[in-house]
Nanobody, 121 residues
């Protein structure tokens, strides 16, 4: 079992920034790739960013490239997502997830509950 708890969401004006955190417990965090996903109202969940177990390879969805930065601190079992230049269309519930492998890909094995991010215009 893996437990994931996100924090850091909230309400921010367009152009602002937020930093999401995802605290993991239950397994050896550094063994697994991690990812951030989001689900906007009325839309399907979509991939935002992913990072391999050691942090050496990072992926971003095109719509966040240049604005978001994913990182991880394996010593603290924590995943981060720095979100800059936020837009109203970034409004969504953001969830972290664990891939039960070292590489990003396929369907994650565990999901967090999510944290709401709301960007006002």
């Amino acid at each position: 079992q893996v437990q994931l708890v996100e924090s850091g969401g909230g309400l921010v004006q367009a152009g602002g920034s937020l930093r999401l955190s995802c605290a993991a417990s239950g397994r050896t965090f550094s063994d697994y790739a991690m990812g951030w996903f989001r689900r906007a109202p009325g839309k399907e969940r979509e991939f935002v960013s992913g990072i391999t177990s050691g942090g050496g390879t990072i992926y971003y969805a095109d719509f966040v490239k240049g604005r978001y930065i994913i990182s991880r601190d394996n010593a603290k079992n924590t995943l981060y997502l720095q979100m800059n230049s936020l837009k109203p269309e970034d409004t969504a519930v953001y969830s972290c997830a664990v891939y039960l492998q070292k590489l990003v890909g396929g369907t994650p094995g565990y999901w967090g509950q999510g944290t709401q991010v709301t960007v006002s215009s």
